[in-house]
């Protein structure tokens, strides 16, 4: 079953250095996600991205975050500047979309994570 | 925007016991309820969803119910076993096929002991 890919599964980095997390979405998926998960807390909704475009963003996406579908399978998360609190384990996530059927176009699939520590 | 509350936030059964985690939700466009498991240092993995027009949807011990007017929905595990312990996560969002973010609930760590 294809699965969403994360790399790397753990990055440790400097305050105020920048970092690049790398997701393999499922391949006929159509929309793409970053999430958060504070430690022992919920996962919290980033962005969504499809089209090539931002769809949504919360308010905790400032300028300091971005992302990029640089070619037709990866999808990056860049913090410019990192900071204490942007520690924690961030999630991308996929769905179909409009091109899956009524029961799996909203569904959306995980990847493992990777887990930021800023120091 | 969506808020969503999740109670209780730990539970503790006896196996072969039901579990039963509720959710409530502010935001009456959410139409889909996912219901997602995370093991410790593991991804959220969807476990069962339900959709605004049906009121409630089973897939072997586990169900789910929804209700609309009242903006809840709840998970049901039968006949609970100790790889059912978990963190389990409810979320709303405003499904239509398109990217609509999921708000999820703060967590329920269910303990299941023999």
């Known amino acids: 079953e294809p699965e969403v890919t994360q790399t790397p599964s753990h990055q440790v980095t400097q305050m105020g250095q920048e970092v690049i997390l790398r997701c393999v979405p499922i391949s006929n998926h159509l929309y793409f996600y970053w999430y958060r998960q504070i430690l022992g807390q919920k996962v919290e909704f980033l962005v969504s991205f499809y089209n090539n475009e931002i769809s949504e963003k919360s308010e905790i996406f400032d300028d300091q975050f971005s992302v990029e579908r640089p070619d037709g399978s990866n999808f990056t998360l860049k913090i410019r500047s990192t900071k204490l609190e942007d520690s924690a384990m961030y999630f991308c996530?996929?769905?179909?979309?409009?091109?899956?059927?009524?029961?799996?176009?909203?569904?959306?699939?995980f990847g493992p994570g990777t887990r930021l520590t800023v120091l | 925007g969506e808020n969503v509350e999740q109670h209780p936030s730990t539970l503790s059964v006896q196996e072969g016991d039901s579990a039963v985690i509720k959710c409530t939700y502010s935001d009456s466009a959410s139409n889909y309820f996912p219901w997602y498991k995370q093991e410790l240092g593991k991804r959220p993995q969807l476990i069962i969803d339900?959709?605004?027009?049906?009121g409630e949807k089973k897939d072997q011990r586990i169900a789910v119910t929804l209700n609309k007017t009242a903006k809840h929905f709840s998970l049901h595990i039968t006949e609970t076993q100790p790889e059912d312990s978990a963190v389990y996560f409810c979320a709303a969002s405003i499904g239509a096929g398109t990217a609509s973010k999921l708000t999820f609930g703060t967590g329920t760590r269910l303990q299941v002991t023999l």
């Open positions: 996530a996929s769905s179909e979309g409009l091109a899956g059927g009524p029961s799996t176009r909203d569904t959306q699939y």
């Open positions: 339900i959709r605004s027009n049906v």
